[in-house]
């Protein structure tokens, strides 16, 4: 574990990670569930750093069948997908809680938006400053430098604040 900055929480046999456990990565991802030989293994769920997670039946570190559930409480279905695609542009808290009236517009999913800070753009998953070109999360934390492309999508298409 200290070499791969992770955390482990749980029982061992045999010197190896096995039963119930919490497994942490230096992502800060959280697994919670059954481990076998080391793997995830048996019921168990990966909680994001972004609220969502995903619930699944594993087998040898492998998903055998799984459910995505954004930080939201929307829970994606790998068929028949609707939400916002073609036909239906509406954020899916505007599909639980309904439209606003005429001239009042939603600019994200969360309503109110998050405040954006000066001179920076939100690309997603945290704050972009173009002239630093570091991308930091929500809490202000690094997540990454943006390469040229990224730079000129974020410029591009992201919600300016200013």
């Keep these: 574990m200290q070499y791969t900055g ?22 800060e991802t959280r697994y919670v569930g059954e481990m076998k030989d080391g793997m995830f293994h048996g019921e168990g769920t990966l909680y994001f750093p972004s609220g969502s997670r995903y619930d699944a039946i594993w087998e040898k570190g492998l998903v055998v069948q799984g459910t995505y559930t954004f930080a939201d409480g929307l829970q994606y279905v790998a ?14 808290t505007e599909i639980c809680n309904g439209l606003k009236p005429a001239g009042i517009s939603q600019l994200t999913n969360m309503d109110p938006p998050r405040k954006i800070p000066t001179g920076s753009y939100d690309c997603g998953d945290g704050f972009y400053n ?6 930091k ?4 934390r690094f997540l990454r430098n943006a390469d040229d492309d990224e730079h000129e999508w974020i410029t591009r298409t992201c919600r300016k604040g200013w």
């Design 6 to 27: 992770s955390e482990y929480i749980g029982e061992y046999v045999d010197g190896r990670m096995e039963g119930k456990a919490e497994y942490i990565l230096p992502t």
């Design 79 to 92: 068929k028949n997908w609707h939400y916002c695609d073609g036909y239906d542009r509406r954020f899916y």
């Design 130 to 135: 173009p002239v630093t070109r570091i991308i």
């Design 137 to 140: 999360d929500y809490k202000g």
